[in-house]
């Protein structure tokens, strides 16, 4: 992954490269009494984003996996994203070995993400702002969870999608998918800011056909999606031991119950100061 700068790594990208060195859619509020699942695999993988953002809102878990040649960490998150708001919050639990300790909470916007308890000095209570075009991953993996509307977004640019079969969870009949799936595609059929992390992220990640396996409900709505993103460790190397690959979870539920999520007032915000330059 190149080199972020310093305020934004240490901000942004500790939670995820301290573990491995140390240890939008939606254009209706409702109805969606009117969707289902499409017959054509393709169009149900690629439908499923806009979909779920009809629902309004809904309950999510996140799981991400990192793996190098010698190490490995897993990230829970908890939360919810209100697709009419356009606005999210997750808790993030660090895991051991990580410089930062505890949860990290944070706040996703349509190209923007606040961060608390980030590990970068900031003071307590305070949040840090950042936006995802600073961020070589768009912070798809970055700050320990792919958030709930970009996981879902990833998928309008779904290249190929095998129908796997049919699975009961939770009492729900859904259908299971698997394909791959192109980032930049994905940002073209997205727009606007919520394209914004999916553009970094294609320009960065090292696999450009993303694999992903996606179970939607009767409704074509997302219920979980699991997709697997890969970067250098090193920046520029494509030797294998240098390779990082993250599986992210997203899984979604409760769909229409409300979310208390709102951005950071003014007065909550940490604004850090550029580092000086090296004499």
């Known amino acids: ?59 999510t878990t996140t799981e991400l996996v990192t793996e190098s040649a010698d190490k490995k960490a897993v990230f829970n998150g908890t ?24 949860t990290i909470r944070e706040i996703v916007l349509p190209g923007t993400v606040y961060l608390q308890n980030s590990g ?31 996981a879902a977004g990833a998928l309008r640019g779904a ?4 129908l796997v079969g049919t699975e009961t969870v939770g009492g729900v009949l859904l259908t299971r998918y698997k394909g791959t799936l192109d980032l930049a595609k994905a940002a073209e059929a997205t727009g606007g800011r919520g394209a914004d992390g999916l553009r970094m992220a294609a320009q960065t990640f090292t696999v450009k056909q993303v694999p992903y396996e996606a179970w939607l409900d009767a409704q074509g709505r997302l219920r979980k999606v699991v997709e697997t993103f890969a970067f250098a460790g090193v920046a520029g190397s494509k030797e294998a031991k240098d390779q990082v690959t993250v599986v992210s979870t997203t899984s979604l539920a409760e769909f229409g119950a409300p979310v208390q999520a709102a951005e950071p007032a003014a007065s909550e915000i940490y604004s850090m100061k550029p580092s000086a330059p090296a004499k």
């Open 159 to 162: 290249q190929s999608a095998e």
């Open 1 to 59: 992954m190149k080199k972020l700068k310093p305020v934004r790594a240490a901000a942004a990208v500790a939670v995820l490269t301290a573990v491995l060195s140390g240890c939008s859619g939606g254009s209706r509020a409702q109805g969606t009494s009117a969707d289902e699942l499409s017959a054509d695999p393709l169009t149900a993988v690629r439908s499923a984003a806009d979909i779920t953002g009809r629902t309004g809102s809904a309950r």
């Open 79 to 102: 939360g919810g994203y209100d697709y009419v708001k356009r606005v999210g919050t997750l808790e993030v639990t660090v895991p051991p070995g990580a410089a930062t300790t505890g």
């Open 120 to 150: 970068a000095k900031v003071p307590e209570g305070k949040w840090v702002r950042l936006d995802v075009r600073q961020l070589p991953d768009g912070n798809l993996v970055s700050s320990g969870a792919t958030d709930p509307a970009s």
